[in-house]
């Protein structure tokens, strides 16, 4: 066995762990604590009853996918790293978001004890057992982040509709998820084998949000007279989709020969 393939598969189980033990703990410890918060404001009851649990769902089948990688990396399968790298799309995205209407309740951001460790993993997984280079392991954390926050801006979105009403975010809502999934494929697709269709797959996922996430952001904005969260999703994606239309920047960043 390969040293790397022996380490790649310690971390894998490591993350596989610190996902199992640390989403069972933290939801028994803190799923009531959510909903019986005296100081949430409209809305996070209902993130904090239903997404709750469904992140940690979501965190739990990234420590599925770990436990599977481990093995994989163990036995020196050439699918090992690919589980760990949608392993780590799915245990970032449990670990970060949750923490948002927790905070909006008034109570500590508790989920970050699992999101740093899993943003360690992720640099050490991808760039000293996968040997993905930095530029792509950075456009690939960059297109991780408009991932996470088109899932902010859906979940939000939804969020809105139950407790107002507002039909903007009536018309809009579904369009972010299919901004999430194009971004969520886009990622993994970085990582493992750079392709020349990603460019107008992200190029698709970030015009979605451009356009349904800047309007949102401006009324959002308005509304509460400061910054709108809502903003975050398509500044990421201006980011990222001038990236994709400058002349053969991604080309260089993922060594991609230009087609």
Known sequence: M????????????????????????????????????????????ILLKFLHPGLANVGILAAVFFAVSAYGFFTSKSWALLLSTIGIVLALLASWFINVPFMAAGLPPIYFTLFVPYLLFYFLMLKWIGGVSWARVLLALGSGMAYIFCFMNGVSSTSRIVTVGAPLFVLVVGLHWFAMIGWAVFTVGVVIKPKSWLIPLGLVSGMIELFVGFPLAFETGLQLGRFSLFSLAPISCLILVVLLIWPNIFQRLTCLAKK
């Open 2 to 45: 390969e040293k790397k393939n022996l380490w790649g598969g310690i971390f894998a189980s490591v993350a596989a762990l610190i996902g199992l033990i640390g989403h069972f703990v933290l939801f028994f410890q803190w799923y009531v604590a959510g909903m019986s918060a005296e100081s949430a404001e409209p809305g996070c009851e």
